[in-house]
């Protein structure tokens, strides 16, 4: 157990409404990443972050941001959540870089309706 | 461009019924390749990392090779608790992202 924290855990929204899901993770590690995992995708790359405000973008960042301002949360903001936007977002750490494995949270189960 | 395929999509075996898992990739550098376990409702634990062909590395009835093209997740004599869904995952020499594929989903029958 890396000691990531996902919150919440599930959630139904509305379409056009903000939505901001929060990763935690208590090891101080450098690297946080958030996936979305949708049927016949795989997991996709949304944007990671390798510090304090320091963040880039993956595969398909549209329609995300992400903010990191503490070493130990990685938040990702849904702007205007759309029917597109249901999936399910995992968060990942990188315990000693960008090259090592990535140990993953539980999940959060969004729903945009 | 898909650049990790796994196959085959679902595998289903009997108790004691051994068989392989296949990952294909196509990057122009490997930086490594990473093997995965999913159960349903969770995230994916790590299984093994592997960086260079002919590499091998092995944790109880699981043994992962890879070669430049793929990479195999043997099963030895499966039990039912090892029914999960199994991810692969490849990283370039040239970034910080991981590429995962679809996954296969292995069903191991009592």
């Known amino acids: 157990d890396a000691g990531i924290t996902q919150s919440p855990r599930h959630k139904v929204t509305e379409t056009g409404t903000p939505v901001t899901l929060r990763c935690h993770q208590t090891?101080?590690?450098?690297?946080m990443y958030w996936y979305r995992q949708d049927p016949g995708h795989g997991l996709r790359l949304i944007h990671y972050?390798?510090?304090?405000?320091?963040?880039d973008k993956g595969e398909v960042s549209d329609g995300y941001s992400v903010s990191r301002s503490k070493t130990e949360d990685f938040l990702l903001t849904l702007e205007s959540a759309t029917s597109s936007q249901t999936s399910v977002y995992f968060c990942?750490?990188?315990?000693?870089?960008?090259?090592?494995?990535?140990?993953f949270g539980q999940g959060t189960r969004l729903t945009v309706v | 461009e898909d650049q990790v395929t796994q196959s085959p999509e679902a595998l289903r075996l009997q108790e004691g019924e051994s068989s392989s898992l296949n990952c294909s990739y196509t990057?122009?550098?490997?930086?490594?390749l990473f093997w995965y376990r999913q159960d349903p409702g969770k995230g994916p634990e790590f299984l093994f990392t592997?960086?260079?062909a002919g590499e091998e590395k092995e944790k109880e009835r699981l043994k992962a090779t890879l070669t430049k093209k793929e990479s195999f997740l043997h099963i030895t004599a499966p039990k039912p608790e090892d029914s999960a869904t199994y991810l692969c995952?490849?990283?370039?020499?040239?970034?910080?992202?991981?590429?995962f594929g679809t996954g296969t989903s292995l069903t191991v029958i009592p």
């Open positions: 990057v122009s550098g490997l930086r490594g």
């Open positions: 995952a490849v990283q370039e020499n040239t970034g910080n992202q991981f590429y």
């Open positions: 592997l960086y260079s």
């Open positions: 090891e101080n590690h450098r690297y």
């Open positions: 972050s390798y510090g304090v405000k320091d963040t």
């Open positions: 990942a750490i990188s315990v000693e870089g960008p090259d090592t494995e990535a140990f």
